[in-house]
């Protein structure tokens, strides 16, 4: 975001605040689902509230993933504990420890698990009182500020977010 906003960076993809100065155009919006292992007391439930996670062993990735903040901030906010067991820098693993029965895990139910789940004793369950969510934004300047091929890039972006009506509810945020 600074390197944006300094002009070191034309634009970037990730996850903006909403009191950005910058432009955000939201790419993604994935909800953020409990995984756990199919014989797990909490695997039987059609969503699982945040509470009934406080005190649990928790595969983790690394402190500074945008998933990771949302959700240590979270719990913290809540002041509910999970007890951190490992760390890993890929979902896939995070899934793999998760069979292995290392712990449980918040993680985005848009990401393609399918290959995984056939193989894995893995659940996914939606969360019933809080709304967490991965999201993606194409982050860049406003004005005078923003470049002609991040400019052009952007008129693709809203042209195709035009044409497809799952990207119907998105809209461009600037604050």
């Known amino acids: 975001m600074d ?3 300094n002009g070191e960076l034309d634009c ?19 909800p953020v689902v409990l995984a756990c292992t199919e014989d797990h007391p909490l695997a ?8 009934e996670l406080d005190g649990e062993r928790f595969v983790e990735t690394p402190a500074d ?7 240590d901030e979270t719990f913290q906010a809540a002041n509910l504990v ?14 793999d420890l998760v069979d292995a029965g290392v712990g449980v895990s918040l993680v985005p139910a848009g990401l393609d698990f399918a290959r995984y789940r056939r193989h894995l004793n893995v659940r996914l369950i939606d969360l019933a009182d809080v709304r967490l969510e991965r999201r993606l934004d194409f982050v860049f300047p406003t ?12 008129e693709l972006l809203e042209r195709q977010r035009s044409l ?12």
């Open 143 to 154: 004005g005078e500020a923003v470049s002609p091929a991040t400019r052009r890039f952007v």
């Open 44 to 51: 039987g439930n059609s969503r699982v509230r945040l509470a």
């Open 3 to 5: 390197m944006v906003g």
């Open 164 to 175: 497809d009506p799952s990207w119907a509810a998105a809209r461009r945020r600037t604050d």
């Open 82 to 95: 999970r007890r951190i067991v490992c760390e890993v820098n890929e979902w896939t693993s995070v899934l």
């Open 65 to 71: 993933w945008a998933v990771r903040v949302l959700v």
């Open 12 to 30: 970037a993809l990730l996850s903006a605040p909403h009191t950005s100065a910058l432009a955000a155009l939201p790419l993604i919006s994935d």
